[in-house]
C-alpha cells in the first residue's frame, strides 16, 4: 500500500493506521519513510490511536463525533534528538489528549 501510493510522487498521502498492524521497529521505520517524503514536500495526513506514531507529526488534529475539536502543533521531529527528548514530546503530547478526554 506505501510503495503503491508513493510510487507517483502525489502532493499528499493519507494513510489509515499506516503503522497499527507492525512491530516497534517496523513502525519507526514507517514513520521514518513517511518523515522523509514530507521533508521532500509532500503533505502526509495520518490517523492514528498511537501516541507515539502521532508525536512523530509536526501537526496533532483531534477529532470527535466527525470534527477537529483541538489541534496542537509540535514542532518537526528530529531523528538525531535523544530518547529524553522523544519521551518528553510524547508525555506532553498524551496529557494534552487526556485533558481532551482521549
Known sequence: ???RALINTPDIIFGDEP????N???SG?????????HREGTTVMLVTHDVKVASRTE??????????VAEKRL???SADG???AHKAREA??????IELGF
Open 19 to 22: 503503522t497499527g498492524a507492525l
Open 92 to 97: 506532553e503530547l498524551a496529557q494534552w489528549l
Open 59 to 68: 501537526r496533532v488534529l483531534f477529532m470527535m463525533d466527525g470534527r477537529i
Open 1 to 3: 500500500g506505501i510503495c
Open 75 to 77: 514542532g518537526a521531529w
Open 24 to 26: 516497534s521497529r517496523a
Open 29 to 37: 521505520e514507517i514513520m521514518d519513510l513517511l518523515g522523509g517524503v
Open 82 to 84: 535523544n530518547g529524553d
